[in-house]
Nanobody, 115 residues
Framework: QVQPVESGGGLVQAGGSLRLSCAFS????????MGWYRQAPGKQRELVAR???????NYADSVKDRFAISRDNAKNMVYLQMNSLKPEDTAVYYC?????????WGQGTQVTVSS
C-alpha cells in the first residue's frame, strides 16, 4: 500500500498563489508516476499535472504556464506550485501515486479561489 496525504489547500484571492504538498508513505518503491488531479462540484475529476519517475511532466492545458509540479525523492514528497490562480481553479485537489496498474489516492485538499 501507498498512502498519499495532501496539504496546503485553502482560500486565496484571484491572482494569488498556493503550494500544495503531498507526502507518500508505505511501499513507495516502484512508484512510476505521481500526479495531481482536481474535481470541481458537478464535474469529473481531471488531471492537473503528472510527473514520472524519470522526471517527465505533463500538464492540463488550462494550467500550463501557471502551475508547476515537482518532487523531492529524498523526502518522498511531490509539490504543486500554483500561481495566477483563477476562480475556475476552485476544486478539491487530489494527489495520487501510480504503481503499475494500481493507483493510490489521497483524501484531497480544498482549494478555493475568490474573485
Amino acid at each position: 500500500q501507498v498512502q498519499p496525504v495532501e496539504s496546503g489547500g485553502g482560500l486565496v484571492q484571484a491572482g494569488g498563489s498556493l503550494r500544495l504538498s503531498c507526502a507518500f508513505s508505505g511501499s513507495i518503491f516502484s512508484i512510476n508516476a505521481m500526479g495531481w488531479y482536481r474535481q470541481a462540484p458537478g464535474k469529473q475529476r481531471e488531471l492537473v499535472a503528472r510527473i514520472t519517475r524519470g522526471g517527465s511532466t505533463n500538464y492540463a492545458d488550462s494550467v500550463k504556464d501557471r502551475f508547476a509540479i515537482s518532487r523531492d525523492n529524498a523526502k518522498n514528497m511531490v509539490y504543486l506550485q500554483m500561481n495566477s490562480l483563477k476562480p475556475e481553479d476552485t476544486a478539491v485537489y487530489y494527489c495520487n501515486a501510480e504503481r503499475g496498474s494500481v493507483v493510490f489516492w489521497g483524501q484531497g485538499t480544498q482549494v478555493t479561489v475568490s474573485s
